[in-house]
T-cell receptor, first 112, second 114 residues
């Protein structure tokens, strides 16, 4: 059973546009929600993360929006650039449980 | 500070051969993980080690064994490789601090089993 559902599987955006990737979770005990960015041939790396006590977190062009009642969180990439082309994974974990749950990933292509 | 390192970067095996994937981290993390990544399947946990001296099965452990050699090193062994084990393998480490348990990934091992 997939505990974190990520959509869309792939996304094509024009340079300067907004990229939006959504994730939904089931386990209300999750208390840490990171997004990872993976470039081709590399390992995933933390991009931005949020805890459920805030509804939004912004770092540069990247924003996480969190809706605790709907059990959903999303990544918004403003002014998308070709260099943002990568695979993005959302994840969720419960503190001290050791095992994060990952979404299946979104392949983002930003056309120049 | 190298972070998480993995060897080898690439490997081609014949069905039935064995091999060990090596992983080391220099961040003094207690927890270490092995994942496999396949197209459309995301990251699937094979085994993890919550702390030195412990290992536990993840989502897809069949056909694999692990050893937590010490706090720094966590190896993954394929005893008899099968074509279904063709994948990209990532090692990761983490430490629960300040309410977060970010995973730090290595660069991956690309394994092909013929």
């Amino acid at each position: 059973q997939q505990q974190v559902k990520q959509s869309p599987q792939s996304l094509i955006v024009q340079k300067g546009g907004i990229s939006i990737i959504n994730c939904a979770y089931e386990n209300t005990a999750f208390d840490y929600f990171p997004w990872y960015q993976q470039f081709p041939g590399k390992g995933p790396a933390l991009l931005i993360a949020i805890r459920p006590d805030v509804s939004e977190k912004k770092e540069g062009r990247f924003t996480i929006s969190f809706n605790k009642s709907a059990k959903q969180f999303s990544l918004h990439i403003m002014d998308s650039q070709p260099g943002d082309s990568a695979t993005y994974f959302c994840a969720a974990s419960k503190g001290g449980s050791y095992i994060p749950t990952f979404g299946r990933g979104t392949s983002l292509i930003v056309h120049p | 500070n190298a972070g998480v390192t993995q060897t080898p970067k690439f490997q081609v095996l014949k069905t039935g051969q064995s091999m060990t994937l090596q992983c080391a981290q220099d961040m003094n993390h207690n927890s270490m993980y092995w994942y496999r990544q396949d197209p459309g399947m995301g990251l699937r946990l094979i085994y993890y080690s919550a702390s030195e001296g412990t290992t536990d099965k993840g989502e897809v452990p069949n056909g694999y064994n692990v050893s937590r050699l010490n706090k720094r090193e966590f190896s993954l062994r394929l005893e008899s490789a099968a074509p279904s084990q063709t994948s990209v393998y990532f090692c990761a480490s983490s430490e629960y601090r300040g309410g977060s348990d970010t995973q730090y990934f290595g660069p991956g091992t690309r394994l092909t089993v013929l």
